[in-house]
C-alpha cells in the first residue's frame, strides 16, 4: 500500500498541490465528462486520477480523496474495491469527535452535518455505515 502522507481534510487545491509538492507517483486531471454520472476514476496503468470538473469544491476534494485510497492500493480499474474505498475515504475525511458534535448540533440532519463537515452527503451517509457495522460487530 502506497503512504498518503497528506492533510486529506484541506481544501481541494491544497490537496492537489501538496499531492505534487509530495512528490506522489500520480497525475490529477479534470475532465468534462466522465460516463455513467462518475465523480471521478483512478487508472493504475497510467496513475491518473480523474475528476469532474463540473463538481462543487467539496465534492472534488471527496472525489479526489477516494480516488487516492484507490491508489494507495494500487487498484487497476474504476469500479472495484469500492466498499473499501468509500469506508477508508469516510475515514479519512471525518474526525469522529467533529461528527459526534455535528450529529448532535443538526439531529442527524445529513444535509447540515455533511455542509458543517466540509465533506458531501454521501460521505455522511458511508461514515454511518461504518459506525453502524462498528456497533453490529
Not at 32 to 45: A, V
Not at 48 to 69: F, G, N, Q, S, W
Request: proline fraction near 4%; charge should be neutral.
Amino acid at each position: 500500500m502506497r503512504p498518503l502522507p497528506l492533510n486529506l481534510r484541506d481544501t481541494y487545491g491544497h490537496v492537489r498541490m501538496a499531492i505534487y509538492s509530495a512528490g506522489l507517483d500520480v497525475e490529477i486531471r479534470s475532465a468534462d465528462h466522465l460516463p455513467n454520472g462518475m465523480m471521478g476514476c483512478y487508472s493504475e496503468r497510467t496513475r491518473t486520477i480523474l475528476i469532474d470538473r463540473r463538481l462543487p469544491y467539496v465534492a472534488k476534494r471527496c472525489t479526489l480523496v477516494h480516488e487516492l485510497v484507490h491508489w494507495s492500493h494500487g487498484d487497476d480499474r474504476c469500479g472495484l474495491h469500492e466498499m473499501r474505498t468509500r469506508a477508508e475515504t469516510a475515514r479519512l475525511l471525518i474526525s469522529p469527535t467533529e461528527y459526534a458534535l455535528a450529529e448532535r448540533m443538526y439531529d442527524g440532519n445529513v444535509w447540515r452535518i455533511a455542509d458543517e463537515l466540509e465533506v458531501t452527503s454521501g460521505i455522511i451517509n458511508d461514515y454511518r455505515t461504518l459506525l453502524h457495522d462498528r456497533v453490529a460487530a
